[in-house]
């Protein structure tokens, strides 16, 4: 059998992105091959595309993506978690970009009645992310202040209605003043425009000058410094990822000049380690979407094809929330 996939060759822009014919195999012992309804796109998706060396360098040619829902048409032996017919989602599995995988069984998880497969795409990366985060790095609790870089972001957008859902204040950071509305929607007390703000002040001004409780940096290079400059004495810092580039190295005795600050860099790979870390998750994120703490809403939904546009505009910074490839 064929498929229809997105593949990088080399290491580039946007236009690297190939539409190739690739042959799949019959899924073998513990796997099954699941047509993709809808492909989830994350920014880990541009890492895994420009990145030459280091932890985001996959072997080439690949197929890009590493999250989507889809159906089960058939198993392999011993594959005892899913069925032919199942709607079943995964996530941190690279090969998403296609309209047919074979995937491990262990990695899938049935979708619930009442989650739809574009909302399941849009919610189970950024959602298990969020809920690691809140749960596991720094237990949010009522009245925490928490500061949220790209607040009308996928993960952005996510962690601030979970955070305001925990009771907390949700101070967000948005790149244009055309996002901060996203922002406010999505649960955020205070909305700082970077363009225009200065966020270390406002995170001051808005918690009295003590500093915020924890800070999510999604941004990375062009924030790190700030970000630590606006967290309170033995509050902490989790650098979430790298959307402007990698911090560069740190002198830890900064961490003690500014207030025995807690510093985290964690990754969501950790989390899904085996199939009770994924169940985990996934029960996380669905209670989450059941009791209202998030909304699985699409931001943009594009033709798989279009794979290469989707990533100009996510770079371009253009995009707000959550965004689906339809194959
Ligand atoms: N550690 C983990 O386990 C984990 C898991 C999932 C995702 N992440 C991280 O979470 C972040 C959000 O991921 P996402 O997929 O939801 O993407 P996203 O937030 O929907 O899109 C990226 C956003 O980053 C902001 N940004 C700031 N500087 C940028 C720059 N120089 N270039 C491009 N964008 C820039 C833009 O928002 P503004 O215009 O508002 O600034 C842009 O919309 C990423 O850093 C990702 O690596 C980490």
């Excluded at 290079?221 to 606006?230: E, G, P, R, V, Y």
């Excluded at 830890?252 to 807690?262: E, P």
Aim: charged share 20%.
């Amino acid at each position: 059998m064929k498929t229809r996939a997105i593949r990088v060759h080399e290491a580039g822009g946007p236009e690297v992105l190939k539409i190739d014919e690739v042959d799949l195999k019959e899924p073998g012992e513990g796997e099954a091959l699941v047509r993709h309804t809808a492909v989830g796109v994350n920014l880990i998706d541009v890492y895994h595309r420009t990145a030459t060396s280091g932890q985001y360098a996959l072997p080439r040619p690949t197929t890009l993506g590493v999250e989507a829902a889809g159906v089960v048409e058939a198993v392999g032996a011993g594959a005892d978690n899913v069925k032919v017919g199942d709607r079943v989602a995964y996530w941190m599995l690279p090969g998403a970009y296609a309209n047919r995988r074979v995937a491990p069984a262990w990695r899938l998880v049935r979708i619930p009645e009442g989650v739809t497969d574009q909302a399941a795409a849009a919610v189970m990366l950024k959602g298990s992310t969020v809920f690691y985060l809140l749960h596991d790095i720094w237990k949010v609790k009522k009245g925490d202040n928490m500061l949220v870089h790209t607040a009308a972001g996928g993960v952005g957008r996510l962690l601030s209605q979970w955070g305001r859902h925990l009771g907390a204040t949700v101070i967000g950071t948005v790149g244009s003043a055309d996002k901060a509305m996203v922002a406010k929607d999505a649960g955020c007390a205070h909305v700082i425009v970077m363009k225009d703000q200065d966020f270390e002040a406002e995170a001051r001004k808005i918690t009295g000058g003590r500093g915020v409780d924890v800070v999510y940096d999604s941004i990375g290079a062009d924030t790190f410094d700030k970000s630590l400059s606006s967290i309170r004495p033995l509050g902490m810092l989790v650098s979430v990822g790298q959307a402007s580039g990698p911090v560069p190295p740190l002198d830890i005795s900064k961490l003690a000049q500014k207030g025995s600050i807690f510093l985290s860099k964690p990754t969501l790979a950790t989390f899904v380690a085996n199939r009770e870390a994924i169940v985990r998750l996934a029960e996380g994120v669905f209670a989450g979407l059941k009791r209202g703490a998030i909304t699985a809403e699409v931001g943009l939904t594009a033709p798989l094809d279009k794979a290469a546009d989707v990533h100009r505009a996510l770079e371009g910074r253009k995009t707000i929330g959550s965004i689906v490839l339809i194959p």
